[in-house]
Structures are given as C-alpha cells and as structure tokens.
C-alpha cells in the first residue's frame, strides 16, 4: 500500500508549534475575559461613584444589581440616572470610532494654535519699552514702569529678567538703593 504523504520529522515539528499556539489563544481568551469582566466591574464602581458626586443616593450594590437588571427599590431618578451613565459608557467606543473617522479627535483644526509664532506677553520686542524707560531713568522703580507701560508687575518682572539673561542690563546695588545698568 503506497503512503499518501512522505513522514518527514519537520511536519510533526510544526504541528507542535501549530499546538503551541492553539493552547497560547486559549490562554488569551480566558484571560481576557477575566480583564473584561474587571473593565465591567471598574466601569460600573466608576458610575456608581461619579452619579454619587452628583446627589445619586444608591449604594454600590444597587448600582451593580441595576446595571445587571435586578429589581432595586429606590427613587426613580436615582435609577434613571445610573441606566443613563451606564448608556453614555456603553457608547465611548462607537464615539472615539466615529469621531476618528472624521477627524473630530485627530487633526482637528479647531485644536491646533492660532497664532504660534506671536505670543505677545513673551515678546521679546515688548521690553524694549522698559529698556528704554531704564536708559532715561536707572533708578526707575517696577511701579513707576508699570504706571507708564500699562502692563502688570509680573509682566515687567519677566521682561527686566529677559533683559537680565540676554545682558542688556545689570542690577548695581540692592533693590532699594540700588540702579539699572545698560550695558
């Protein structure tokens, strides 16, 4: 009786790797759904937790038991309310699905910076007006220079340090007694 096929030690080698992966797929499905059953059970805590937050007077277990559709005895409302939050989670997946496919979360360009090259608190061409308010006056104090520029103290306060670290002007003396030097 002719064989069908030709034994060949390869063949048994791959039907064990081909067994090896079959057994890993097992492994993996059973332990999803141990992660499933745990996203659920967050999922529902997380529901119970934030309709809390808002003046939901149903205790965890009930929570559970309405998600599940046990008979709970509590206000409507209350009842109502967990359904609906259960709801909107339920549809998170099909949200994010769809809104990538439009381009609502990826590339939108409602989200992206106006104007990114002009930040006109941090421009440097702005202390200039206080650079050149210490060449008339070295001893001119933060409040006379927030008096004449119209900014704020805090504002002044970043521009002499900008003129400080790109040395345009030095601090001689203490703040009180102290002047400004151009350099």
């Given at each position: 009786?002719?064989?069908f096929f030709t034994?060949n030690?390869l063949?048994i ?14 492994i993996?499905?059973e332990?999803s ?8 059970t967050?999922?529902i805590r ?6 809390a937050?808002e003046g939901?007077?149903l205790?965890?277990?009930?929570v559970f ?7 709970v ?14 709801s909107a989670?339920?549809q ?7 809104a ?7 590339n939108d360009p ?6 990114i090259?002009f930040?006109?608190?941090n421009?440097?061409?702005?202390s200039?007006d ?5 060449k008339?006056?070295p001893?001119?104090s933060y ?5 004449k ?19 345009f002007?030095s601090r001689?003396?203490s ?7 151009v350099?």
């Open positions: 009786m002719n064989d034994h030690p063949w080698e791959k039907t064990g790797k081909i067994y090896a992966l079959l057994e890993r797929v097992k993996s499905e332990q759904k141990d992660v499933l059953h745990l996203r659920r967050n999922r997380t529901i119970g937790s934030t309709t937050i939901n007077r205790t965890a277990q009930q038991d309405v998600i599940n559709g046990k008979v005895f509590a206000p409507l409302q209350d009842i109502k309310e967990v359904k609906n939050a259960f989670y339920e998170i997946p099909d949200f994010i699905d769809s990538t496919e439009t381009n609502i979360i990826n409602v989200n992206d910076p106006v104007n090259d930040d006109p608190v421009d440097p061409a702005n200039f206080v650079l050149e308010l210490i008339v006056n001893r001119i409040e006379k220079m927030v008096e520029t119209g900014r704020s103290r805090a504002t002044i306060k970043r521009m002499i340090k900008r003129l400080k670290q790109e040395g002007i001689i003396g703040d009180k007694t102290g002047y400004w030097k350099n």
